[in-house]
């Protein structure tokens, strides 16, 4: 249950993730072929509010996931499976306390996988630095607005704002996400990869963000006109497209949360419970 709930969650996010779409319902002063999306939520834009719930609504999204996978479920009550063992031993098979994903006394978080663990890490972190980016905008845009000085040069300028900061923080976040998921749909675990769905449709999604961020930043230190409007719509498009997917996954994914070690509870001929399983 925990865990479709999450994967709910985190399709949600992708899909406000996107609410930048809306630019193309009304019309707008800005070219989205040359501008960056951190200038459509510039304190005085039309619509700005629009767009701040988008990316609030995606960073509360993805920090509710991250805490339903990665806070640990309660222990199960070792009385609790003697109780069932003993009313249930004659009618029930005797792996079905195994389908509970917990040994007794034992409390467990949804994903064991280390890679799928640091993705759930990073997702926290994105929604966190999401929500502060989103209240945290630029007070206006270069060239646009009057009296607003211009950005300074060198690597990554856009690190002269807070704003900027916390969507690096974002990005190298949801970057860290994609990739440490990739990692885990294709590694095999006991009970088969956890994502199987991004193996080859997510890491494909990846592969395509990748080349679109390798575009804005080698773009962005180039004399000349490179679309990096159209490069970041890319990027987070892409972003977007494949938290819908892993939302998918993590909803329709198998043997995330089990422990390697099925264990389950048999009951004596003496009407004792007796433990069997893997040592």
């Known amino acids: 249950m925990r865990r479709s709930l999450a994967g709910i969650l985190i399709a949600v996010a992708g899909l406000c993730y996107s609410s930048w779409v809306l630019e193309f319902a009304w019309a707008d002063s800005l070219d989205p072929m040359r501008t960056f999306l951190s200038e459509l939520d510039v304190a005085n834009r039309p619509h700005r509010d629009i767009y701040v719930v988008g990316d609030v609504t995606t960073g509360v999204c993805a920090l509710v996931a991250a805490l339903l996978l990665l806070v640990p479920r309660p222990p199960f009550p070792r009385w609790l499976s003697r109780h069932r063992a003993e009313r249930g031993a004659e ?10 994903g917990q040994r007794e006394g034992d409390a467990t978080s949804v994903f064991r996988d280390r890679t799928a663990t640091t993705a759930v890490i990073a997702l ?20 646009v607005d009057p009296g607003c000085p211009g950005e300074p040069s060198g690597l990554l300028p856009q690190l002269h704002h807070i704003h900027a ?8 976040a949801i970057f860290t996400v994609m990739v440490a998921a990739g990692v885990s749909a294709v590694r095999t675990t006991p009970d088969g990869p956890v994502w199987p769905m991004l193996r080859w449709v997510g890491n494909a999604v990846l592969v395509i963000v990748a080349l679109a961020t390798v575009w804005m930043l080698l773009a962005d230190n180039l004399v000349g006109d490179y679309r990096l409007g159209l490069a970041q719509r890319i ?13 998918w996954a993590v909803v329709g994914s198998r043997g995330g949360d089990r422990t390697p070690e099925a264990e389950h509870v048999d009951v004596a001929p003496g009407g004792s419970p007796a433990r069997s399983g893997a040592p």
């Open 91 to 100: 009618s029930k098979p005797p792996g079905d306390l195994d389908r509970l």
């Open 124 to 143: 926290a972190v994105f929604g966190a630095a999401t929500i502060a980016n989103a209240q945290l905008p630029i007070e206006c845009i270069p060239g």
């Open 165 to 172: 900061l916390t969507s690096t923080v974002a990005v190298f």
């Open 235 to 247: 990027q987070v498009g892409g972003m977007s497209v494949w938290m819908m997917l892993w939302g």
